[in-house]
């Protein structure tokens, strides 16, 4: 093996640890922390399940009107189950969840601490 190349090997082979404890990157898309509502906020307890959360809803246009929602990174739809529950509706802002007699709704752009409701652009 030529000396540059053995070089060129040690050289990777001491770099592989640092790049190992790199910084996950952030996700660009993810919504301000204002507007989320995530466990530490929400004053859950450590250990306890944390609530489905509602992130994208999707409604298809005239004539099938087709509803799709993501709740968890999971993508579901009208009549469809999650984690064990039926989605009962999907709405332009919330999801019904039904376990048995319980129904849950989970609403994609929820109250802020601050009062003021989230809201997309309008076209």
Do not use: C, Y
Not at 9 to 30: F, I, S
Not at 52 to 72: E, F, H, K, T
Not at 95 to 122: D, M
């Amino acid at each position: 093996m030529d000396s540059t190349v053995k070089r060129l090997l040690g050289v990777v082979g001491l770099a592989l640890p640092m790049l190992a404890g790199a910084q996950q990157l952030q996700d660009p898309t993810r919504a301000p922390a204002g507007l989320v509502s995530g466990p530490a906020q929400a004053g859950e307890m450590e250990g306890a399940p944390a609530a489905p959360r509602l992130q994208s809803i999707l409604i298809g246009a005239a004539p099938n009107n087709r509803r799709l929602a993501v709740i968890d990174g999971v993508t579901v739809t009208q009549g469809g189950k999650f984690a064990g529950a039926l989605v009962e509706r999907i709405n332009d802002n919330s999801v019904v969840l039904r376990r048995g007699k319980l129904r849950e709704t989970l609403i994609l752009f929820p109250q802020t601490p601050g009062g003021l409701q989230a809201s997309g652009n309008k076209r």
